[in-house]
């Protein structure tokens, strides 16, 4: 905590989470998927809290992946359950906060009542500028790359878009996540040490912090000291490797 308080400046201004293992936490202690899950609702409120706290301006955290839609009906209705709660009961809470909501992720393939929740959550806190909250629900980093470049594909099809003025910039504009910064660093929890199609284009310069802590157990303690460890990180976008 000392540590970060007095680096400031340089904190990350977006931090990314796959929060994973909530089931082997479950299966660790003889109770069903579902109940790591539940425990896994609280972590998110925890860091939500110590991301408002510490001053970091955008917290991204991957929910559900497009690649969970295969899991078992059962578990998938569970998470979706969770999410409901979640936006019912958390919503009026975060607006207090001035946390901005913005969900990113296949909307289409959710049922119509989280949709509803979910743009009204968003309507709701659009002003809020303390901490923005992006939840990635029914989020791939490929599809979310190959809808852009559609979208840009019809734009030029229909002469409103340049070919040759496609460029990074644009690209990115046509991503859900337009108008948010790269993350700077993504915490993944449980050990498992890969990107899970989670922010593709997004993470190219990211830090990465592995942490073998399963997401239900893991603290605000846990939080700070992933964004030491960052900080601890020399950034070089492939320049040169900085002397003295
Ligand atoms: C993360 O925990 C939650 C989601 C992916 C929805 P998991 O459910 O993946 O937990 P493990 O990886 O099986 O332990
Ligand atoms: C990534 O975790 C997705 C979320 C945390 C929402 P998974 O548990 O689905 O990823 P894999 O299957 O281990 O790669
Ligand atoms: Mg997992």
């Known amino acids: 905590m000392v540590a970060i308080e007095r680096m400031e400046s340089s904190l990350p201004s977006h931090v990314a989470i796959i929060m994973d293992g909530n089931g082997r936490w479950a299966k660790a202690r003889g109770l069903p998927r579902a109940a790591g899950h539940r425990k896994g609702a609280d972590a998110v409120r925890r860091v939500v809290e110590a991301a408002a706290d510490f001053g970091i301006p955008y917290l991204t955290l991957f929910s559900f992946s497009c690649e969970n839609w295969k899991r078992p009906l059962s578990e998938v209705d569970e998470l979706m359950g969770l999410l409901r709660r979640y936006l019912r009961s958390e919503i009026a809470e975060l607006h207090e906060k001035g946390v901005r909501l913005r969900v990113i992720g296949e909307r289409h393939r959710l049922a119509p009542d989280i949709v509803r929740m979910i743009e009204e959550a968003e309507s709701r806190t659009r002003d809020n500028s303390r901490l923005t909250l992006v939840i990635a629900i029914s989020y791939g980093g490929r599809q979310e790359i190959v809808n852009a470049a559609r979208w840009l594909a019809s734009k030029a099809a229909a002469g409103e878009v340049d070919p040759e003025a496609i460029d990074q910039e644009l690209f990115a504009s046509a991503l859900e996540t337009q108008g948010i910064p790269d993350p700077d660093l993504l915490i993944r929890t449980s050990g498992e040490q890969r990107i899970s199609n989670f922010l593709l284009w997004q993470l190219a310069y990211g830090e990465m912090v592995f ?30 490797i900085s002397s003295g």
């Open 211 to 240: 942490t073998d802590r399963l997401w239900p157990d893991f603290t605000r303690e846990d939080f700070s000291a992933a964004i030491a460890e960052y900080l601890q990180r020399e950034r070089r976008y492939g320049a040169a």
